[in-house]
């Protein structure tokens, strides 16, 4: 799995990538701006007689003027949105989007899900569907492994919170060993 996107190609050979809600708001936020800023500017430069290459300036300008305008306000909607929720962007895998939170708890089913959902944290959970389609092809640790990559990336705090005693090769093992051989900081609870 790549840690990167190639700046060249702007191709992420996976196809996994997290993004944050600001990043997102502000990329939403620059194409509504961009779109209704050439439109309104076309629109008004028309009706005063603009044409030609004079009318493409002003179109121009109305679509750079939009999407500055549209993707700062954009971005704003995403940060404060992480600030209201707690949700600070998305994972985005070939098999689903997860949601990120600031916190994400770790542990056994289904007590862990319990503890982030009575917290209002966040937790990495597939359908049995999909967690069985993964079992299949083996793709299941991978899947999960993309998640508490991204989780980190997008600044989220590690509670590892069990019920009973860790097994050596479980999933539960593996999240704890990938965080201490990253030198992810982690809070047990």
């Not at 949105?81 to 600031?102: C, D, E, N, R, W």
């Not at 993309?146 to 069990?162: E, I, M, R, S």
């Amino acid at each position: 799995m790549s840690d990167y996107i190639t700046p060249v190609m702007y191709v992420d050979p996976d196809g996994n990538f997290a993004i944050s809600l600001t990043i997102l708001g502000l990329i939403i936020g620059a194409v509504v701006g961009a779109t209704a800023g050439g439109i309104i500017a076309y629109n008004v430069a028309k009706d005063h007689g603009a044409e030609g290459w004079e009318l493409v300036g002003w179109t121009a300008l109305g679509i750079v003027g939009g999407g500055i305008i549209g993707g700062s306000l954009g971005a704003s909607a995403g940060a404060l949105a992480t600030h209201l929720t707690g949700v600070t962007g998305l994972s985005v895998t070939k098999y689903g989007v997860s949601i990120i939170k600031k916190v994400t708890v770790l542990g056994h089913m289904p007590r862990y899900i319990g503890a982030a959902k009575a917290t209002g944290s966040g937790y990495y959970f597939i359908s049995n569907n999909l967690y069985d389609k993964l079992q299949l092809t083996n793709q299941s640790w991978n899947n999960n492994l993309q998640y508490l990559k991204d989780a980190h990336k997008l600044g989220t705090q590690f509670v590892v919170a069990p019920d009973y005693v860790v097994r050596a090769g479980g999933t539960l093992w593996q999240e704890i060993q990938y965080l201490i051989e990253q030198g992810i900081a982690w809070i047990f609870g």
